[in-house]
């Protein structure tokens, strides 16, 4: 279902928009492939701003046990010293997320 938010032209809320497999999968991905590069983290933003390389990620532990690790992004990624989306600021959409 697809509902539309009155006073809020072009919002819409899906209800349920993935199977129970999809929920399963994404949230798999959200721990393992997401905080991974191409897609921008507090770690790695943090790397940049402090001029410094990305710390190594470990490879045998899912990410969402790294203790620093607060977020990652994937598609349009948020600049919040400039507070805006820049279009050529992005990634590619996983898939399934499209």
């Known amino acids: ?20 497999a999809e929920q399963l999968s994404h949230v798999q991905k959200c721990f393992c492939e997401y905080p991974r590069p191409p ?3 507090n ?4 790397a940049r701003i402090e001029g410094k390389p990305c710390p ?7 990410l969402a046990y ?5 977020w990652a992004t994937v598609g349009y990624h948020h600049d919040w010293d400039t507070r805006v989306y820049d279009p050529a600021n992005r990634t590619p959409m996983p898939p399934g997320l499209e």
Do not use: K
């Not at 279902?1 to 129970?20: M, W």
């Not at 770690?43 to 943090?46: A, K, P, R």
């Not at 190594?56 to 899912?62: A, E, K, Q, S, V």
């Open 43 to 46: 770690i790695s933003n943090l």
């Open 66 to 70: 790294t203790p620093d690790l607060r």
């Open 39 to 41: 897609h921008p983290t």
């Open 1 to 20: 279902q697809v509902f539309a938010v009155e006073g809020l032209p072009g919002f819409h809320f899906i209800s349920n928009p993935f199977t129970d």
């Open 56 to 62: 190594p990620l470990p490879t045998d532990t899912p």
